[in-house]
């Protein structure tokens, strides 16, 4: 049973460039939430996504979007890069009925690395 | 603000030296607290979630216990493969938005 899958593992951009990142969620799972960990931090929540829609929004901007596909997969969305988006991106699933019941657990995926020269 | 405080920032172990690490946090609803152990290159894997003070989970050589305004990761007899990032997270609203400290990185030496 294969996990939350991730794309690419690795990549290099430089400034004001755009970044696309993948992710596939745990079979089973159908909420996607995106986080971003900087280097020596703990991951800060950017967004999670729900039935196509994005359902609830950390302190990020606008620069910052997703999309989440009919087969639950998801996709998160960077314009404009700064050196400050230079960082790890987590991709965590899980179920939707699960999380309102409270007993609802991440499962995360191994990230995306970006560096932003 | 909902904020949550890890410390120490690191600790280094003696195989079999038993430790704490603490997670401080200041919510304003508690919906659960999590543990999560990070290893380098890699995601977070889960290992406890806590709902009310006075709970405790084990698992193997972790202990975590919850009070109303702190949790503590209780490691008895470490291994070397202990060392790892250990991430305390706690979710106050609906959906599943966690709020992390920055990590306790630990490292245990034979």
């Known amino acids: 049973d294969a996990g939350v899958t991730q794309s690419p593992t690795h990549l290099i951009k430089t400034r004001g460039q755009q970044v696309t990142l993948r992710c596939s969620p745990k079979s089973g799972h159908d909420t996607v939430s995106w986080y971003q960990q900087a280097l020596g931090q703990g991951p800060q929540f950017i967004f999670q996504?729900?039935?196509?829609?994005?359902?609830q929004r950390g302190n990020f901007p606008d620069r910052f979007s997703g999309h989440q596909f009919p087969n639950y997969s998801s996709e998160l969305n960077v314009n404009a890069l700064l050196l400050g988006d230079s960082a790890l991106y987590l991709c965590a699933s899980s179920h939707f009925r699960e999380t309102n019941s409270g007993a609802n657990v991440l499962t995360f995926g191994a990230g995306s690395r970006l560096t932003v020269l | 603000e909902d904020q949550v405080t890890q410390s120490p920032e690191a600790l280094r172990l003696q195989e079999g030296e038993s430790s704490s690490l603490n997670c401080s946090y200041t919510v304003s609803g508690l919906r659960g607290l999590f543990w999560y152990r990070q290893d380098p290159g890699k995601g977070p894997e889960f290992l406890f979630t806590l709902y009310s003070a006075g709970e405790e989970k084990e698992k193997e050589r972790l202990k975590a216990t919850l009070t109303k305004k702190e949790s503590f990761l209780h490691i008895t007899a470490p291994k070397p493969e202990d060392s790892a990032t250990y991430l305390c997270a706690v979710r106050t609203g609906g959906y599943n938005k966690l709020i992390f400290g920055a990590g306790t990185r630990l490292a245990v030496h034979p």
């Open positions: 996504y729900y039935e196509e829609e994005e359902r």
